[in-house]
């Protein structure tokens, strides 16, 4: 992992989950505006004490996790039979 100064976890904030420099903004609410289509400039308007290495730093901070966790994905073709009740 790259050193990411800007993510802090500490219990007493957020519950322990990763936030931008101790703040109460955490990573994932960061990535899910980003995911929802809100850019960078939206999140530095809504939060004007972030800075725009702090956005970046979040979405690396996520990528990174999310080549850690291998999550396995429900192939779209995938259905599911359930019994009919009868």
Known sequence: MQNLT???RNPEVMGG???IRG???TVSTIVGLMASGHSA???LK???YLEEADIYE???YAAW???????PLIS???THHFPSGK
């Open 65 to 71: 996790r999310a080549e850690e966790i291998e999550v």
């Open 17 to 19: 989950k990763p936030c």
């Open 58 to 60: 979040a979405l690396a």
């Open 6 to 8: 800007r993510i802090t």
């Open 46 to 48: 809504a939060y004007p």
């Open 23 to 25: 703040m109460r903004v």
């Open 76 to 78: 779209a073709s995938t």
């Open 41 to 43: 400039n939206d999140i």
